[in-house]
């Protein structure tokens, strides 16, 4: 559990990236149950239109999960 004693907001980043993959539902639950004020994903678009939370422009499938 993370402690906030300085009024500060704790944003995880791309969910809690340094303990599981990043913009995973994993990780974004991980950074919620760590007591995060906000967590943030990247979302970008594909060319046929459907949104995916992915960080890059170009998908490399050595880090999908």
């Known amino acids: 559990m993370i402690t906030n ?17 990043e ?20 979302v970008n678009l594909t060319q046929d239109h459907v949104l995916i939370a992915y960080h890059d422009n170009i998908i490399n499938p050595d880090i999908i999960c």
Not at 6 to 20: D, K, S
């Open 23 to 42: 913009n995973s539902i994993p990780a974004v639950e991980h950074a919620i149950l760590a007591g995060v004020d906000y967590v943030d994903i990247d």
């Open 5 to 21: 004693n300085y009024n500060l907001e704790i944003i995880g980043h791309r969910g809690c990236r340094a303990y599981l993959p």
